[in-house]
């Protein structure tokens, strides 16, 4: 019988002869260790690749930045006039300079008395990138378990979701209240001060599987937890401070796609 770790050379060995022209939209390095162009160095991706590879189920993606290149609270600024802020504010966040939470409630309270169908015409805004509808699908037509860890909000996560005609298995996301039709100026749900690797860790529990089972995707610091502690972490377009935490990075859908190709999860 094949062995898992010979099966995971012959994956690899593939892949590195169909990528023969280096692109920049994938690097594969070990955490930690200095960035290594795929056709360069075919032992970087080997000592990269989880032993448990093959038997990874629950896939845990980022939504804004990641899943989607929509920014849900830049959007809602738009429909109040302070989508400038938002995005200062976002990007400090993303850049790991203040804390998510601090920053998710300066976004929030931007957002008082923003008329909930103002809210509503924002979510309706929300898009998934191109590509990103096919691959959950083709995720979880191979049984993998398919999820969406964010600190956005459900609103715009299932918009865009029927928006492409597609579904994930878990939503993990905050919530804007509502008062008398308006937004209230605040926000909760498990995302503010809980972590993604506690979202990461409760989640692969209740699926019977292991931290050891599981891949993150993500682009900023609010995800590093799940990336560190996921068996795999895939950067999307990753902000500087989160890079280093990545086995893998990607800039598409579609690279993304062929790097579950090469571990054999499609």
Known sequence: MTSSRGVLIEAASQ????????DISIV?????????PLNNNANAILKSLPINALHMRLIAFDFDGTLSDSEMTVLLGDRCGVANEMASITDRAMNDEISYAQSLRKRAA????LSHKEAHRA??????????GVLIDRL??????????TGGF???????LNKADT???????????VSDGELTG???GPLIQGTKDDALLSLAAECDGSIDQTIAIGDGANDLPMLEAADLAVGFVPKDAVRPACDAVVASMDRLTRIFEGYNLL
């Open 28 to 36: 594969v390095h070990v955490k930690n260790s200095v960035n290594t």
């Open 110 to 113: 931007l957002l008082e008395g």
């Open 15 to 22: 892949y590195i002869r169909r990528e023969r022209v280096y």
């Open 186 to 188: 605040t926000v909760d």
């Open 123 to 132: 979510f309706d805004a929300v898009e998934l990138r191109p590509g990103a």
């Open 154 to 160: 459900e609103r715009g996560v299932e918009r865009a």
């Open 140 to 149: 979880r037509d191979a049984n993998h378990h398919v999820a969406i860890f």
């Open 167 to 177: 579904t994930v298995d878990t939503i993990v996301a905050n919530r804007l209240p």
